[in-house]
């Protein structure tokens, strides 16, 4: 009975003890910061919720990293993928607003932006809006990028890919059709949306410009072969026609149109006619 009774009393001491409020010691290391400093914590990670607010499309998360990988330098302004993906951090405002055309309070007052640690931080909807004004200002080097990547993903499709020394299911080279669904599904949506962004002007001119240079290298070859078909019984006029060809090539530098002085009256060239003298008696 005596140790039944201390056991009881044991087993009730345990709970009396569970009842009672305790208070955990965290290691300091464990504190995200300092006590005083626990508001200023709470704002900053309610402004990093709020910037995650705004969810992406996959197809516009890699649009944003073509646009600044191409037109944005490190130490002006960069993506940042944690706490929020595709969040801005903007280092150097002056040139950032330089390479988007207008004053940065303009897109920071179209979508939630925050300072923190004493930077700029625009929201994944800013970053859209900052993508197409950059794109808009400056859409040839992106529009570069875009023919560059249609035509590895037409070789891609053709003749599929090359894995780089590594197999996947026991093969070193991609299925064409397999680069085919990817480019139905990811790299001809994001290179739309890159075309959009450079404006429909600045995408019309380009391929205009395109055309125009593809057609007179079309035509220059087929000029070639023209004259190398000749027969041997009309070679003065194959090599007229190739010193012609060469002499009078349309270049960058013989675009322009020429302006010349206008000439001196010494310089004129002088002009006799003869008339019949006629008698007026």
């Not at 990093?48 to 996959?58: A, M, S």
């Not at 004053?103 to 800013?126: H, K, T, W, Y």
């Not at 026991?170 to 962004?197: A, I, M, N």
């Not at 003065?236 to 002499?247: F, G, M, Q, T, Y």
Request: net charge negative; with cysteine.
């Amino acid at each position: 009975l005596y140790f039944r009774g201390a056991a009881m009393l044991s087993i009730l001491h345990r709970f009396e003890s569970l009842r009672q409020p305790r208070g955990d010691s965290v290691p300091v290391a464990r504190l995200r910061t300092a006590w005083e400093n626990v508001e200023a914590f709470d704002t900053q990670m309610s402004n990093w919720e709020r910037l995650g607010d705004f969810e992406l499309h996959d197809v516009e998360e890699y649009a944003l990293d073509d646009v600044f990988e191409t037109l944005v330098p490190e130490s002006v302004a960069a993506l940042q993928y944690r706490p929020v993906r595709c969040a801005v951090t903007i280092h150097d405002e002056a040139r950032f607003a330089d390479l988007i055309g207008v004053p940065v309070e303009d897109v920071a007052r179209q979508c939630f932006s925050c300072r923190i640690d004493g930077e700029l931080i625009l929201s994944p909807e800013g970053a859209l809006i900052a993508a197409e004004l950059m794109c808009r200002r400056d859409p040839q080097p992106v529009l570069d990028l875009v023919i560059a990547e249609e035509a590895d993903a037409r070789e891609k499709c053709r003749h599929g890919r090359y894995w780089g020394g590594s197999k996947i299911h026991g093969r070193d080279r991609s299925d064409p059709q397999f680069e085919w669904q990817v480019y139905l599904e990811s790299t001809r949506p994001r290179l739309e949306l890159l075309r959009q962004w450079c404006g429909f002007r600045a995408v019309t001119a380009d391929e205009r410009r395109r055309a125009a240079e593809d057609e007179a290298r079309r035509l220059d070859l087929l000029l070639v072969r023209a004259i190398e078909a000749l027969p041997e019984t009309q070679s003065a006029l194959a090599n007229s026609l190739r010193r012609e060809h060469e002499l009078e090539r349309i270049t960058p530098a013989r675009v322009r149109p020429q302006v010349d002085r206008p000439p001196r009256p010494d310089e004129m060239p002088v002009r006799e006619i003869k008339v019949r003298s006629r008698r007026w008696w």
